[in-house]
């Protein structure tokens, strides 16, 4: 069970940029200019995309199934290079980022995935830890903080299961602790309410909330118009292969 | 909040210990490090031997006194003994004896029987430390014998060259065992960097760059190469003692404890060159990898 309240917080997580209210004079954390993808030699999934997010934004991306919503996520968290197209990550062109540059940049982005991507024979604990263990950081100094992320997500009694044996939700939420362990400045989510039931769905919802209160910027994509009417937040939508804002018609 | 330390459980390593089909690769491990030991140990046997002859042969002086008549024969090879006596105090002075010199020459008359005033050469063997050619020809001619010495020096050239010979082969059987070795880690590293593909996908997704993934394949083949290493070449050891201690080898298997302690040291360092060959390859291999894959993004 996800045990957050509107007025919990947790250890570490201190809102790291001004409240709503400022972001407008904020600069984008992302911003994409007349981006294209082709995959091979096949048509362009992407075409001439164009969007911001601004640092301390909450923004949904939707758009019908196959409408290009995680490739544009994969462009937003470098795991795929564009055909054509600026991309700019944390005020950086992505395209003259070295690898150890682009490794930094990977690490200030939690991303969570459709499919989860648990390491199965690492157990909850062992995969919350991951990106701060990646980062060169000593278990005694990561050890706390994961060990109180786990309980804030409701899995502090399911440290020493292994993914296998964790119901979707479990899995789903071991997944969003992982991508906010190391503190992301941006935090990208695949469809996360896909693969659980409403009630949980909703209680993810406001992880969120309370972590772009916190000041981390948010991108999630879905298709689900029942979330996004949960939350007052920004949305983009994309149609065949271009990028607009507001909601569909 | 209530911090529950005590629930943590060790850290794991990050690439998991037992993967499919991984006992094949052992075997072929254990194997290349078994026939590695025995390479290094046959070059190792090789030098032993040819030391161990040359320095029976450095031991020895074959003197052969020429006479003009065979009545002489027990006479001059008599005094040659004498003469040489007190010229090397410590040698052990031997007279091949008549019969036996003529026994020598046969092969080389033919069948028939030798005439009875054949000038059969005095033979003399000498066997000592610090004997020496041009010393013992001094004092025999002082003594008026005409007399031809051989130290053999031939055939500790040709031994040496042998041995020179064996030594290469051994090593070079090495060297080709080495680069099997790295060649199988290249392959293993590869497919396990197939099978591992989706944890790589997460390391490289949370921000790990190439060296910490690079690193993890590392210690995971150095780990392989180090146990594969120990179970081989101790078993090569041991095989090596029993050849030792049930086959008459003499100084190319394990003469004394002190031969067999400086071949297992020989065998320590070969084995952690064979864990590092492993590691090495692994680390080369997979930054190679990460590097192509992130090319074809």
């Known amino acids: 069970m996800v045990g957050l309240t509107s007025s919990e917080s947790v250890k570490g997580y201190r809102p790291t940029v001004p409240q709503q209210a400022q972001m407008s004079s904020l600069p984008d954390l992302v911003n994409f200019e007349r981006v294209a993808l082709r995959y091979g030699r096949g048509p362009e999934v992407l075409t001439d995309a164009t969007l911001d997010l601004p640092q301390g934004s ?36 992505s395209a003259l980022l070295s690898n150890p540059e682009r490794q930094a940049i990977k690490r200030r982005i939690g991303v969570v995935l459709q499919d989860f991507h648990l390491i199965e024979h690492l157990s909850v604990y062992e995969n919350v830890a991951l990106p701060l263990r990646v980062s060169g950081q000593s278990r005694a100094a990561y050890n706390d903080d994961v060990v109180e992320l786990l309980q804030w997500v409701g899995l502090g009694h399911r440290m020493q299961a292994y993914p296998p044996t964790l119901s979707g939700g479990e899995k789903q939420r071991c997944a969003i602790a992982r991508a906010v362990i190391a503190k992301p400045d941006l935090l990208i989510a695949d469809e996360p309410t896909g693969n659980v039931d409403p009630a949980i769905g909703r209680r993810l919802l406001r992880l969120f909330s309370e972590m772009n209160r916190m000041g981390t910027t948010i991108l999630i994509a879905t298709h689900d118009t029942h979330l996004i009417d949960e939350l007052d937040a920004r949305v983009l939508r994309i149609e065949g292969g271009r990028v607009f804002t507001g909601k569909p018609q | 909040m209530n911090i529950v330390t005590g629930q943590i459980p060790p850290e794991a390593p990050l690439l998991p210990g037992k993967l499919r089909n991984v006992r094949a690769l052992w075997v072929v491990l254990i194997i290349m490090a078994l026939l590695a030991g025995f390479a290094l140990l046959f070059a190792r046997g090789s030098l032993r ?198 086959g008459d080898w003499g100084g190319f298997g394990w003469p004394n404890f002190g031969a067999g302690a400086v071949d297992i040291l020989w065998l320590l360092g070969l084995g952690a060159v064979f864990a590092v060959i492993c590691a090495l390859a692994a680390g080369v291999t997979a930054t190679r990898q990460l590097a192509f894959e992130r090319k074809r993004l």
Request: hydrophobic share 50%; charged share 15%; with cysteine.
């Open chain 1, 58 to 93: 909450f923004t949904f991306l939707t758009g019908p199934s196959g409408a290009g919503k995680s490739t544009l996520l994969k462009l937003c968290y470098l795991s795929l290079i564009p055909s054509r197209g600026l991309i700019r990550m944390f005020g950086r062109d």
């Open chain 2, 49 to 246: 031997l040819s030391g161990e002859w040359q320095t029976q042969l450095s031991d020895t002086l074959t003197v052969q006194v020429m006479l003009d008549d065979a009545s002489v024969w027990e006479q001059q090879t008599k005094l040659a003994r004498d003469t040489l006596g007190p010229v090397f105090p410590g040698a052990d002075i031997e007279i091949i004896s008549e019969a036996e010199a003529r026994a020598l020459i046969k092969p080389w008359l033919g069948n028939a029987a030798l005439p009875e005033n054949l000038p059969v050469p005095g033979l003399l063997n000498l066997t000592g430390q610090n004997l020496n050619v041009k010393t013992a020809q001094a004092a025999l001619d002082a003594a008026g014998l005409s007399a031809n010495i051989d130290d053999n020096s031939r055939y500790a050239d040709q031994l040496r060259g042998t041995a020179r010979r064996l030594v290469f082969i051994g090593l070079s059987t090495l060297f080709l065992i080495l680069l099997a070795g790295l060649s199988v880690n290249i392959f293993a590293t590869r497919a396990g960097m197939t099978a591992q593909k989706e944890i790589i996908r997460v390391l490289v997704q949370v921000g790990a760059s190439d060296k910490f993934i690079a690193k993890l394949f590392i210690g995971q083949a150095f780990r392989r190469g180090a146990i594969g290493a120990a179970i081989g070449l101790a078993l090569a050891a041991l095989m090596w003692l029993c050849l030792s201690i049930l």
